[in-house]
């Protein structure tokens, strides 16, 4: 009998990490800039987690809590949550706020999605 514990698809980020996790990455990479407190992060958490598994071959979905990583946050102008930033080749190219359905944030992250992301370097 299995537990109730859920799989996540998506990954922490930090202020120390991001560099490596996101600017570095060579895949696409949305991050959710969300904070624990904040009700509509949650209600947004199960569809990035159905997009991370569905496209984990072709975008890495991030997670970086903005009340302990403010570094981040201030630097890509964070000043509402949840944001989400979509990041290529180490620059922002998309930013999404709110809560987004998955068909929604498909068809904002489409190009990505569906493109071998080293053809769109």
């Known amino acids: 009998m299995r537990g109730n514990k859920k799989t996540s698809y998506t990954r922490s980020v930090t202020d ?3 560099k490596r996790e996101v600017l570095a990455n ?3 990479v ?11 992060c949650h209600a947004v958490a199960p569809v990035l987690d159905k997009i991370a598994k ?3 071959d072709r975008i890495d979905v991030l997670k970086l809590n903005v009340d302990e990583n403010h570094g981040a946050a ?4 964070v000043s509402s949550i949840p944001t989400m930033k979509l ?6 190219v998309k ?3 709110g809560v987004v359905s998955k ?8 190009h990505y999605l569906t493109t071998n992301p080293s053809e769109s370097r």
């Not at 949305?30 to 509509?40: E, G, N």
């Not at 990041?87 to 922002?92: I, L, Q, W, Y």
Request: hydrophobic share 45%; net charge neutral.
């Open 16 to 18: 120390a990490s991001f």
């Open 26 to 28: 060579p895949k696409p």
């Open 30 to 40: 949305l991050v959710d800039f969300w904070a624990p407190w904040c009700m509509p």
């Open 54 to 56: 569905k496209y984990a």
């Open 74 to 77: 201030s630097r890509y102008g």
């Open 87 to 92: 990041f290529h080749n180490g620059d922002v």
């Open 95 to 97: 930013s999404i706020t």
């Open 103 to 110: 068909r929604a944030l498909e068809a904002e992250l489409a």
